[in-house]
DNA sequence: TATGAAAACGATAATCATTTTCATATTAAG
DNA sequence: CTTAATATGAAAATGATTATCGTTTTCATA
C-alpha cells in the first residue's frame, strides 16, 4: 500500500491549485520548487502516473510532451466529461455535453467504433483566444 | 522552388500504397529499404513535414511518436472528414459523418469553441479490435 | 523510542523519436 | 558544361520520458 509523502501531496496540491489549467511535468517541477518544496522530476513523473492510475489527473500527449490536468473532483467514471484543448493557449477545457455523448454513441452504433472519452482531446480554438485574434500568448 | 528527387517520389508512393494504413517514421524507412529504395530517417521526416505542409498527409502525435497517413485525394479543405485512432492497433480510420460536423457546429455555437478536425484524433477501440477481444496484435 | 521491511526519493544514465549540422551530391537553368 | 539553389545522409544534438540504484522515509511492531 503507498505511502503519503510531502511530495505526493506537494504535486497534488499544486495541480489542485492549477484547475483546469493543464501542466507540463516540468512546469510542475518549476511550481514546485518556487514554492518552496522542490521535488524532482522523476518522482513527479511517477507521481503523475499514479495520479492518472487514480483517475485524478488527465494525461494527454501532445507534440511537446504531456500535459496534466486536475480532474480529482469529477466524478470518475463519468462518461459525460469530454477535454477540449486549445490550440494556441494550451488550456485544457472539460464540457459537460449531452450531445457530444450522443454523438459517441452514434459512433459506436452506426460506425461501430467504441470512443474512449478519457483518451480523446479535442482540439480547436478556444472563446478566449479567438477573441484575441493576433494578440500572442505563452504558447504550448 | 522545390526539387523533384526519387527520394520524395518514393515517400509519396510509399504513402499512397498504404492508403489508410496510417504509419510512423521509422516504419515508412523500413518500407522504403525493403522496397530496394533505402531513405534516411533525416529525409523521411523533411519529406513528411513538407507533406503535412501541402496538406497531403495528416499527421498526429500520440504518445509513441506520430503517426502519418496519406490523405491526398481528400479535398483539403474537407471540413466532414474526421479522424478515429483505434488504440488496441493504432490504425487510423477516416469517417464522413454528418452527426460529428453537426456536433462541432454546436460546439462553436454553445460552448465557444472551435473545433479543429485536422488536428482532432477521436481515440477509441475499433469493431475489429473490439471484436477480438483479448487476442493480442501488434500494438502502437 | 528503536528496528526493519516496504515503499519512495533524487541524481544520473539510458531510451527513443525527432531535429540539426554539415559536407557532399543532385537538380534545373543558363 | 557550369553554377547556384536545393536535397541528401551520417552523425551529433536535443528533449521528454523511463530505468537504475544507492539512500532516505514511512509505519507497523517491538
Do not use: W
Not at 3 to 17: F, I
Not at 48 to 66: D, F, M, Q
Not at 99 to 111: F, G, V
Amino acid at each position: 500500500m503507498p505511502y503519503s509523502t510531502k511530495q505526493h501531496q506537494a504535486v497534488l496540491r499544486c495541480l489542485e491549485q492549477r484547475g483546469e489549467n493543464a501542466c507540463t511535468a516540468a512546469e510542475l517541477a518549476e511550481d514546485l520548487r518556487r514554492a518552496g518544496c522542490p521535488v524532482g522530476l522523476a518522482t513527479i513523473y511517477r507521481q503523475l502516473e499514479k495520479l492518472e492510475t487514480a483517475g485524478v489527473v488527465h494525461k494527454v500527449s501532445g507534440e511537446e510532451g504531456a500535459l496534466y490536468q486536475y480532474c480529482g473532483h469529477q466524478a470518475q467514471g463519468h462518461r459525460d466529461c469530454f477535454l477540449l484543448k486549445c490550440e494556441r493557449c494550451g488550456r485544457i477545457r472539460h464540457v459537460d455535453c449531452t450531445q457530444l455523448q450522443a454523438l459517441y454513441d452514434h459512433l459506436e452504433r452506426e460506425h461501430h467504433f467504441r470512443i474512449n472519452p478519457r483518451g480523446t482531446l479535442l482540439s480547436g480554438v478556444c472563446d478566449v483566444c479567438a477573441g484575441e485574434e493576433g494578440t500572442h500568448h505563452g504558447d504550448r
